[in-house]
């Protein structure tokens, strides 16, 4: 079955930088969906970025635009989330995200995707 391992969470001041990386095992890593997903305290899972494996096609969040990069690097099957200018609004905890099934437009939505990571905790302060 599939299992989806973050890292490279931590903590950092305003206007810093992290890069998450996600490793993919269990299934064939081409042509799936993956995401990244935050949630802070008291607030509701939200799609941060979105990479089709097949193409490497990404979508972002309003939110996010221009500040992060979702990269992909097939050989090791692992999904990367690059994040710059980092504000203390992006604490939450990060979580990656794949969709096995369904067509080549992945989604914001965290209801289309069927194995999770544990998550792994940003700080910006």
């Known amino acids: 079955h599939v299992q989806l391992v973050e890292s490279g969470g931590g903590s950092v001041q305003p206007g810093g930088s992290l890069r998450l990386p996600c490793a993919f095992s269990?299934?064939?890593?081409?042509?799936?969906?993956m995401a990244w997903f935050r949630q802070a305290p008291g607030k509701e899972r939200e799609g941060v970025a979105t990479i089709y494996t097949g193409d490497g096609i990404t979508s972002y969040a309003d939110s996010v635009k221009g500040r992060f990069t979702i990269s992909q690097d097939n050989a090791q099957s692992t999904v990367y989330l690059q994040m710059d200018s980092l504000k203390p609004e992006d604490t939450a905890m990060y979580y990656c995200?794949?969709?096995?099934?369904?067509?080549?437009?992945?989604?914001?939505?965290?209801?289309?995707?069927?194995?999770w990571g544990q998550g792994t905790q940003v700080t910006v302060s």
């Open positions: 995200a794949a969709r096995t099934r369904g067509g080549t437009w992945c989604g914001l939505g965290y209801y289309e995707y069927n194995y």
């Open positions: 269990g299934y064939t890593y081409s042509g799936n969906c």
